[in-house]
């Protein structure tokens, strides 16, 4: 037999102790009413065994019809069963009545999906219903009435609170198993490019300078000179590859703020620009996809400046923590360029597209001669957008 699609296993995981609760009921209606146990008719047990059945089949109704519908009418099927219990617990002994336990699984089962304020509110409801089910007329009784709803209470709350820590669990291994992923793929192409168009590279361009040392007794200057302009460009390629390569793989420490100092420190000391670096101060702690995203927005806005910024005196890194968000500023002095005429490549859209993910902000601000400024801004906290 073929397997149920993964959302009909939920659903049947998640119903199929409503239908254990209401065959319990039921099971136990017929049998003390057959032992004369109980003052209701047996029009009043079919009746309420027939209500309890509605319930079950509706919830396996619109679980089957849509799973998803299923959770979404989580909060009246479960007060439609609080009301039947209630009414049942009422009208099968009051406080003796042994089906004020059918709380218990009817909760516990339902806890794990309901959201905090709406278990609060159940829980809040049970206690009235209870409270009216069993008229307790004692002292002794009501304090056995806030014994039982206290146990209620936290085995509901118990459930809730372990659900909770795993679908959490659940999340982050989801990210970092992402991270893996993403880390192995970006290390796979790297090598390609090492082993591949790097050494083909390299090999060129020592067949060329090979070739133009052999040539410059017999060639005219300006063949030498448009076949030194050939192995610059390739040289240049050569640095472009080694630069890509660099940002593919495995950053070499996970902690932002040595990234960032350490990358920034390079590109400084190959452009000979003065680095200003404001990261000194601890940086909040983020998830491990958070900050390797960080990292690769970082590591591009800095190789742009290498690429792009000419040659700028001056380099600003400067982290902060503001209010609920964290800022990340990447400034130079160079040649700068305009916005409204430079169109947008591969890289910068990376970075917009990681610093939207992440639910930033990016702005970019140039103009000729005037340096380039990267403002990312990221909320502290906030979950990757799915």
Same mark, same amino acid.
């Given at each position: 037999?073929?397997?149920?699609?993964?959302?009909? /296993?939920?659903?049947?995981?998640?119903?199929?102790?409503?239908?254990?609760?209401?065959?319990?009921?039921?099971?136990?209606?017929?049998?003390?009413?057959?032992?004369?146990?109980?003052?209701?008719?047996?029009?009043?047990?079919?009746?309420?065994?027939?209500?309890?059945?509605?319930?079950?089949?509706?919830?396996?109704?619109?679980?089957?019809?849509?799973?998803?519908?299923?959770?979404?009418?989580?909060?009246?099927?479960?007060?439609?069963?609080?009301?039947?219990?209630?009414?049942?617990?009422?009208?099968?002994?009051?406080?003796?009545?042994?089906?004020?336990?059918?709380?218990?699984?009817?909760?516990?089962?339902?806890?794990?999906?309901?959201?905090?304020?709406?278990?609060?509110?159940?829980?809040?409801?049970?206690?009235?219903?209870?409270?009216?089910?069993?008229?307790?007329?004692?002292?002794?009784?009501?304090?056995?009435?806030?014994?039982?709803?206290?146990?209620?209470?936290?085995?509901?709350?118990?459930?809730?609170?372990?659900?909770?820590?795993?679908?959490?669990?659940?999340?982050?291994?989801?990210?970092?198993?992402?991270?893996?992923?993403?880390?192995?793929?970006?290390?796979?192409?790297?090598?390609?490019?090492?082993?591949?168009?790097?050494?083909?590279?390299?090999?060129?361009?020592?067949?060329?300078?090979?070739?133009?040392?052999?040539?410059?007794?017999?060639?005219?200057?300006?063949?030498?000179?448009?076949?030194?302009?050939?192995?610059?460009?390739?040289?240049?390629?050569?640095?472009?590859?080694?630069?890509?390569?660099? /940002?593919?793989?495995?950053?070499?420490?996970?902690?932002?703020?040595?990234?960032?100092?350490?990358?920034?420190?390079?590109?400084? /000391?190959?452009?000979?620009?003065?680095?200003?670096?404001?990261?000194?101060?601890?940086?909040?702690?983020?998830?491990?996809?958070?900050?390797?995203?960080?990292?690769?927005?970082?590591?591009?806005?800095?190789?742009?400046?290498?690429?792009?910024?000419?040659?700028?005196?001056?380099?600003?890194?400067?982290?902060?923590?503001?209010?609920?968000?964290?800022?990340?500023?990447?400034?130079?002095?160079?040649?700068?360029?305009?916005?409204?005429?430079?169109?947008?490549?591969?890289?910068?859209?990376?970075?917009?597209?990681?610093?939207?993910?992440?639910?930033?902000?990016?702005?970019?601000?140039?103009?000729?001669? /005037?340096?380039?400024?990267?403002?990312?801004?990221?909320?502290?906290?906030?979950?990757?957008?799915?």
């Amino acid at each position: 037999m073929a397997a149920l699609p993964k959302p009909y /296993q939920r659903f049947t995981r998640v119903n199929l102790p409503v239908w254990i609760i209401v065959g319990t009921a039921i099971t136990w209606g017929v049998v003390h009413k057959l032992l004369d146990n109980l003052r209701l008719s047996w029009g009043q047990v079919a009746l309420l065994g027939g209500l309890a059945l509605l319930s079950a089949v509706a919830r396996t109704w619109v679980g089957l019809k849509d799973p998803r519908v299923m959770y979404r009418m989580t909060l009246p099927l479960v007060l439609y069963d609080l009301l039947l219990i209630t009414l049942v617990v009422r009208f099968t002994g009051g406080f003796e009545s042994q089906l004020w336990l059918l709380y218990f699984p009817l909760l516990v089962s339902e806890a794990a999906v309901m959201s905090t304020p709406m278990l609060l509110a159940i829980l809040a409801f049970t206690a009235l219903g209870y409270g009216w089910a069993s008229a307790p007329n004692s002292l002794s009784l009501w304090n056995d009435f806030w014994y039982r709803m206290a146990a209620l209470n936290l085995s509901s709350w118990l459930i809730h609170q372990v659900y909770r820590s795993h679908i959490e669990y659940r999340t982050e291994l989801a990210e970092l198993r992402e991270q893996y992923d993403l880390a192995q793929e970006r290390e796979r192409i790297a090598q390609e490019f090492h082993d591949g168009l790097g050494h083909h590279l390299v090999s060129a361009i020592r067949g060329l300078e090979s070739l133009l040392r052999r040539l410059r007794s017999t060639a005219h200057d300006s063949e030498l000179a448009n076949l030194q302009e050939q192995i610059d460009i390739l040289r240049a390629a050569l640095d472009e590859t080694r630069t890509t390569i660099q /940002q593919l793989r495995a950053p070499e420490t996970t902690d932002l703020r040595t990234f960032v100092h350490r990358t920034a420190e390079r590109v400084a /000391q190959r452009l000979g620009a003065h680095l200003h670096c404001n990261c000194s101060e601890p940086l909040p702690q983020l998830p491990p996809l958070h900050t390797l995203m960080l990292m690769r927005v970082v590591q591009e806005a800095l190789c742009n400046v290498m690429k792009h910024a000419g040659n700028p005196q001056n380099l600003w890194v400067e982290f902060q923590a503001n209010g609920s968000w964290l800022e990340v500023r990447i400034a130079d002095d160079g040649t700068g360029f305009s916005p409204d005429t430079v169109l947008e490549g591969m890289g910068l859209h990376n970075m917009r597209d990681r610093i939207h993910t992440l639910g930033g902000e990016l702005t970019i601000r140039s103009a000729p001669g /005037q340096g380039t400024e990267v403002l990312a801004r990221v909320p502290l906290g906030g979950e990757l957008w799915k």
